[in-house]
């Protein structure tokens, strides 16, 4: 019903636009030509049309299964300790400034904090119509090249961290677990949260023994409420997985299979010598570095949606 009303809603939409687009077709043909004051308004209409017919344009790029969906995504720290630990802590606040720019709700599920700053890990699930299909562009290693602020000699330093980027599946879908597949432990949840988190044994960690897979959750005050968020996770990682499979499918009988795996960034962001952002993937560049890094980063997702499109790889 929810997916009937969705497209009901876009398909009145562009019934909408088309009858306004007839109507300023005629006017334009009709309007007298001193009439400034006519002229203007018409102008307006125009811009206002068109700036609904390019967001109807940007919402048929999310064509996914999943693209509607909300989305979970994880950073992780690479190699070289506090500097991308620092890294990731910046990956962060870019992606959580992003979700509060789009009205999207960010709760972060699981952290682990950094040695001396930063952080290791984190888990965040980020809610909102397109989530998935906004952020799917953003799964990847991430290049952070700048002088170390942790780095005495002020030396340039180049950081890595990874980002996955999974579809919310509470919706119904065909990932199927078998509990015989699953080892669950239940462990006393370390750090913030209150008596009851630190007192009890309310922490969960899934691993799904045919892939390894391993799951922990334990912000959550109750034991059944990290189980639940656990075995979400858990699903939404299966289906990545199994997406990756199709993914590669698909490439090798296209007769080409690029590795998404470690090492190969997507991203590159420049801080010195010289300030630039860009997209290894599209070509997409942007030299304003402070406002990429607090969260204005759709021209980027935008523009690996269009070269899908135009690469037919969507």
Same mark, same amino acid.
């Given at each position: 019903?929810?997916?009937?009303?969705?497209?009901?809603?876009?398909?009145?939409?562009?019934?909408?636009?088309?009858?306004?687009?007839?109507?300023?077709?005629?006017?334009?043909?009709?309007? $007298?030509?001193?009439?400034?004051?006519?002229?203007?308004?018409l102008l307006e209409e125009i811009t206002r049309v068109e700036e609904e017919l390019s967001i109807v344009e940007f919402n048929l790029l999310f064509s996914g299964e999943y693209d509607d969906s909300n989305s979970i995504l994880a950073i992780h720290a690479?190699?070289?300790?506090?500097?991308?630990?620092?890294?990731?802590?910046?990956?962060?606040?870019?992606?959580?400034?992003?979700?509060?720019?789009?009205?999207?709700?960010? @709760?972060?599920?699981?952290?682990?904090?950094?040695?001396?700053?930063?952080? !290791?890990?984190?888990?965040?699930?980020?809610?909102?119509?397109? &989530?998935?299909?906004?952020?799917?562009?953003?799964?990847?290693?991430?290049?952070?090249?700048?002088?170390? /602020?942790?780095?005495?000699?002020?030396?340039?330093?180049?950081?890595?961290?990874?980002?996955?980027?999974? /579809?919310?599946?509470?919706?119904?879908?065909? +990932?199927?677990?078998?509990?015989?597949?699953?080892?669950?432990?239940?462990?006393?949840?370390?750090?913030?949260?209150?008596?009851? +988190?630190?007192?009890?044994?309310?922490?969960?960690?899934?691993?799904?023994? /045919?892939?390894?897979? +391993? +799951?922990?959750?334990?912000?959550?005050?109750?034991?059944?409420?990290? !189980?639940?968020?656990?075995?979400?996770?858990?699903?939404?990682?299966?289906?990545?997985?199994?997406?990756?499979?199709?993914?590669?499918?698909?490439?090798?009988? !296209?007769?080409?299979?690029? &590795?998404?795996?470690?090492?190969?960034?997507?991203?590159?962001?420049?801080?010195? /010598?010289?300030?630039?952002?860009? $997209?290894?993937?599209?070509?997409? @560049?942007?030299?304003?570095?402070?406002?990429?890094?607090?969260?204005?980063?759709?021209?980027?997702?935008?523009?690996?949606?269009?070269?899908?499109?135009?690469?037919?790889?969507?």
């Amino acid at each position: 019903m929810q997916r009937l009303a969705d497209l009901t809603n876009f398909v009145q939409k562009c019934r909408s636009l088309e009858s306004d687009i007839s109507e300023l077709v005629e006017l334009t043909s009709i309007i $007298d030509e001193d009439d400034v004051e006519v002229e203007k308004q018409l102008l307006e209409e125009i811009t206002r049309v068109e700036e609904e017919l390019s967001i109807v344009e940007f919402n048929l790029l999310f064509s996914g299964e999943y693209d509607d969906s909300n989305s979970i995504l994880a950073i992780h720290a690479g190699a070289g300790g506090t500097e991308s630990q620092d890294w990731s802590q910046m990956l962060l606040r870019m992606y959580l400034r992003w979700a509060e720019k789009k009205n999207y709700s960010a @709760e972060i599920i699981e952290l682990s904090e950094g040695d001396e700053a930063g952080i !290791k890990s984190v888990l965040i699930s980020i809610k909102g119509r397109w &989530s998935y299909g906004n952020l799917k562009s953003e799964k990847g290693v991430h290049r952070l090249v700048r002088i170390s /602020p942790f780095d005495a000699s002020k030396s340039r330093h180049t950081s890595f961290a990874l980002v996955e980027v999974l /579809p919310d599946t509470e919706k119904n879908v065909d +990932v199927t677990i078998d509990n015989d597949d699953l080892r669950i432990d239940v462990f006393r949840a370390g750090g913030h949260g209150g008596q009851n +988190v630190q007192k009890n044994s309310t922490a969960i960690r899934i691993t799904h023994l /045919p892939t390894g897979v +391993v +799951v922990v959750c334990q912000n959550e005050r109750s034991q059944l409420q990290n !189980k639940e968020l656990a075995m979400q996770i858990l699903k939404a990682r299966l289906l990545d997985i199994r997406m990756k499979e199709l993914e590669k499918e698909h490439s090798e009988l !296209k007769g080409e299979h690029i &590795s998404a795996e470690w090492g190969n960034q997507i991203r590159s962001y420049v801080l010195h /010598p010289y300030k630039m952002v860009k $997209d290894h993937r599209t070509g997409h @560049e942007d030299t304003d570095t402070n406002s990429v890094l607090d969260g204005n980063i759709n021209d980027f997702l935008q523009s690996y949606l269009l070269n899908q499109v135009s690469n037919d790889t969507f």
